[in-house]
């Protein structure tokens, strides 16, 4: 029974007077001030430390938010108000809005961190989860993609911390490399000079670091040849210098009786060399 005359109390004291409800609209009032400057405090201190964005925002938001609950409680103690209970219907509730906002929140959390880390700003080419683009905008949930064929994608910032960023304009040059394969009978070392004096002449391939010509490999049907060329970051320069460089070294290996070697097929019927032979007439002609 004594229990149940327990569960039977009220939240609050009905014997309150002017002073305690003054004393807790008091706590109240300073709790709001405190947790205004904290916010205007600390997301200076984090602008300065990390840059401007949206983790600044969030941390300064949930630290304010965290000093006006823990003055609306002490408000609520001097009023006599039993937290206890009250907080454990709070947690409750709590934790079915938690399970029910797990997807934006993992989103937002995405979102601090990529501020905090910084990968990527607004304005870098980046390729996220398969897509290329430049960053339009990181906002709380997504990251916004302008893509090159003028596609707006959408990245959940959630899938964007578990997937691989290349960032393509953090550096201002960046390297690229083109196979030209060669005939087995070419002369490789003039077919290798002739190739270094084509890159050097594209006006879109850096001088510094200068450019490589090496042979790759002994493919099925030629002999690859690799060139290792520095460009501009950007996709624009990227694309211009290929085309430019590819123009070049079909122009040079043509001017130079350089063969550039396609995919060929030897067909062997089976039969051996003299009956073959014994097929054509013995000046080698056909019957």
């Known amino acids: 029974m004594h229990l149940f005359r327990q569960s039977d109390e009220t939240l609050i004291d009905d014997s309150l007077t002017s002073t305690d409800w003054i004393t807790a609209g ?10 205004i400057t904290l916010a205007r405090v600390l997301r200076r201190l984090i602008e300065h430390g990390i840059g401007p964005g949206f983790a600044a925002i969030v941390a300064a938001r949930l630290a304010a938010y965290v000093v006006f609950l823990v003055g609306v409680s002490y408000a609520l ?5 039993r937290v206890g209970p009250l907080l454990g219907a709070l947690g409750l509730g709590g934790l079915v809005l938690a399970l029910a906002l797990q997807g934006p929140v993992e989103s937002l959390v995405a979102s601090v961190i990529l501020q905090a880390r910084r990968p990527y700003t607004v304005g870098d080419t980046v390729e996220i989860d398969g897509e290329r683009g430049v960053v339009a ?12 064929d003028g596609r707006h994608v959408r990245v959940p910032n959630r ?10 304009t953090r550096n201002p040059q960046r390297r ?20 270094r004096d084509a890159v050097r002449g594209v006006v ?5 670091p200068p450019p490589q010509v090496l042979v790759d490999r002994f493919g099925e049907s030629t002999i690859d040849v690799v060139i290792l060329y520095w460009h ?6 990227e694309l211009t210098a290929r085309s430019d460089l590819a123009i070049a070294v079909h122009q040079a290996l043509d ?11 030897v067909v062997w019927t089976g039969e051996p060399d003299d009956e073959r032979r014994s097929a054509t007439d013995p000046d080698g002609g056909p019957h």
């Open 26 to 35: 008091v706590i109240v009032v300073g709790a709001l001030a405190l947790a």
């Open 77 to 81: 103690t001097t009023l006599g108000v």
């Open 137 to 148: 905008d990181i906002d709380s949930r997504t990251t916004v993609l302008e893509a090159l």
């Open 159 to 168: 899938t964007v911390i578990s997937t691989t960023i290349v960032n393509l």
């Open 176 to 195: 690229s490399r083109l196979v030209v394969g060669l005939a087995y009978e070419t002369d490789l070392p003039a077919a290798v000079a002739v190739l």
């Open 204 to 208: 879109d391939v850096a001088a510094e």
């Open 232 to 237: 501009a970051s950007d996709v624009a320069a």
């Open 255 to 265: 001017a130079a009786d350089i063969t550039i070697a396609f995919p060929q097929v």
